[in-house]
């Protein structure tokens, strides 16, 4: 069974700070992976999805890579804000037919705290 | 506008009392799936559907039931809600055939099951 972990659980920055988060999964096998965002009582937003042949996709402050081989992916925040401040998740999709396709799993998640 | 919407947002219900949480997209999505979030566990799918009439149990799926008769709707059914089903619920769809593509979420449902 795919197991996803994101380190940290809790970062605190102040603003301005170039920061990094952490997701590894234990099955290598996988189709993608994607960043999602959380904010209190919301639902989650896609920030980013990297394909199993990619190594990494950026979106304005936003730098997601990926190292399928190690099982890891890291998203890198620049300049961060206070309104970056959510929950951050990973979760990745498995390769592979029958009872597989089509199952996410997802990290814990990391609570980011930008403050002023 | 596009999006997912679920109903109830909230919902206070007793064991045993079946309830219906509805899922709607209007994306033209093939793939629909529903999640649970707990605390400490995180995000655990429960059901989804690569297409009509087509559903698959996820990590999570007793106690639930699932159907996908329409293409935009993705009712979760709980036949007889316990008490450990008291959480936060999440519908998502995705375009074609769901893999590999970025997943569109509802604002979730809270269900609190006495």
């Known amino acids: 069974k795919q197991e996803v972990t994101q380190i940290p659980a809790a970062l605190s920055v102040p603003e301005g700070e170039n920061l990094v988060l952490n997701c590894s999964f234990t099955?290598?096998?996988?189709?993608?992976l994607q960043w999602f965002r959380q904010d209190p009582g919301k639902g989650l937003t896609s920030l980013l999805l990297i394909q199993s042949s990619q190594r990494e996709q950026t979106s304005g402050r936003l730098n997601a890579s990926l190292d399928k081989s190690s099982g890891r992916s890291t998203l890198y925040i620049a300049a961060s804000q206070p309104g970056d401040s959510a929950t951050y998740l990973c979760?990745?999709?498995?390769?592979?037919?029958?009872?597989?396709?089509?199952?996410?799993?997802f990290g814990r998640g990391t609570q980011l705290t930008v403050w002023p | 506008e596009a999006q997912v919407t679920q109903n109830p947002r909230y919902l206070i219900t007793v064991t045993g009392k079946k309830l219906t949480v509805t899922c709607s997209q209007n994306m033209n999505h093939e793939y629909m799936s529903w999640y649970r979030q707990d605390p400490g566990l995180g995000l655990r799918q429960i059901y989804y559907s690569m297409n009509v009439e087509v559903t698959d149990k996820g990590d999570v799926p007793e106690g639930y039931k699932v159907s996908r008769k329409e293409k935009r709707n993705f009712p979760l059914i709980l036949e007889s809600p316990s008490p450990n089903q008291t959480s936060l619920y999440f519908c998502a769809s995705s375009l074609g055939g769901g893999v590999g593509e970025t997943q569109y979420f509802g604002p979730g449902t809270r269900l609190l099951v006495l």
């Open positions: 979760a990745v999709t498995l390769r592979g037919g029958g009872s597989t396709l089509g199952r996410l799993y």
């Open positions: 099955d290598s096998a996988i189709y993608n």
